[in-house]
């Protein structure tokens, strides 16, 4: 369920409304939504035959590695330790905030009160993750669970 959790992405909750404002038709919307989703199956197939290809455990770095040498190896490692996720976390807990804060909107500054939210969820998850392994591994499996049945 980890490995499910991980593929179908977080970003099914926050850009359904954007596209749906820039598209201007649900039926054009939909027709973006297939497209895009034939573009990142396409992208899934040449993930897929790069790990056939390079056997090796880590990811997306030990392709770039081999296919371009230890300095873009190092460039694309480095850069998703220091920008990459650390963006995407802010994203996604901020749209966490957001749409908690949606439920309850009486709350008087919501930027700062959504911020604060973001980062006590930030912690929240690291705390569990030093607390105990079993405990991230069974969460993690709830949630998965939870992403899929929400779809």
């Known amino acids: 369920m980890i490995i ?53 455990s880590g990811g997306e770095y030990p392709v770039i590695l081999e296919a371009f040498g230890p300095i873009c190896g190092f460039t694309f490692a480095w850069t998703c330790t220091t920008i990459i996720r650390p963006a995407s976390l802010a994203i996604f807990t901020s749209a966490f905030a957001q749409y908690a804060f949606s439920i309850i909107s009486d709350c008087g500054d919501t930027v700062v009160s959504q911020k604060l939210l973001a980062c006590a969820a930030i912690w929240s998850v690291c705390a569990i993750n030093v607390y105990s392994m079993n405990l991230t591994q069974s969460l993690t499996k709830i949630f998965g669970y939870i992403k899929i049945a929400s779809l």
């Open 4 to 56: 499910v959790g991980a593929i179908v992405g977080s970003g099914i909750y926050i850009s359904p409304k954007g596209i749906l404002e820039h598209a201007g038709t649900s039926g054009y919307a939909l027709i973006l939504w297939i497209l895009s989703g034939l573009v990142a199956s396409m992208g899934a197939f040449c993930y897929a035959e790069a790990g056939a290809l390079i056997p090796k």
